[in-house]
């Protein structure tokens, strides 16, 4: 059963950058599409980002477009979640998950039956 392990997060000032990492315990990561969410406190979970099984595709949700930019490197078992100009509403715990049906633009998190434990984003003014 694939496991992912989320790393990365942290405290930073709003306009920084950060690049968030998921790293697969299956060297068949190539067979899964990966995808970030993220939650605040008392509120459901939000799609952040999609990738395909290949990395050549992926779907941003309005919120993050042009500023979030998702990669996986199947060689390395890792998805990425590069983050830029963070700003105050961005902090929450991001979640990697993944499926191997391979859709990565659905919003909704039960889509996804695989997922990590999460790491948190601050990002302070």
């Known amino acids: 059963q694939l496991q992912l392990v989320e790393s990365g997060g942290g405290l930073v000032q709003a306009g920084d950058s950060l690049r968030l990492s998921c790293s697969a315990s299956?060297?068949?990561?190539?067979?899964?599409?990966a995808v970030w969410f993220r939650q605040t406190p008392g509120k459901e979970r939000e799609y952040v980002a999609g990738?395909?099984?290949?990395?050549?595709?992926?779907y941003y949700s309005d919120s993050v477009k042009g500023r979030f930019t998702i990669s996986k490197d199947n060689t390395k078992n890792t998805a990425y979640l590069q983050m830029n100009g963070l700003n105050l509403e961005d902090t929450a715990v991001y979640y990697c998950?993944?499926?191997?049906?391979?859709?990565?633009?659905?919003?909704?998190?039960?889509?996804?039956?695989?997922w990590g434990q999460g790491t948190q984003v601050t990002v302070s003014s």
């Open positions: 998950a993944a499926t191997v049906r391979g859709t990565y633009s659905d919003w909704r998190p039960a889509t996804y039956p695989i």
């Open positions: 299956l060297a068949t990561f190539s067979d899964y599409s």
């Open positions: 990738i395909s099984k290949t990395g050549h595709s992926d």
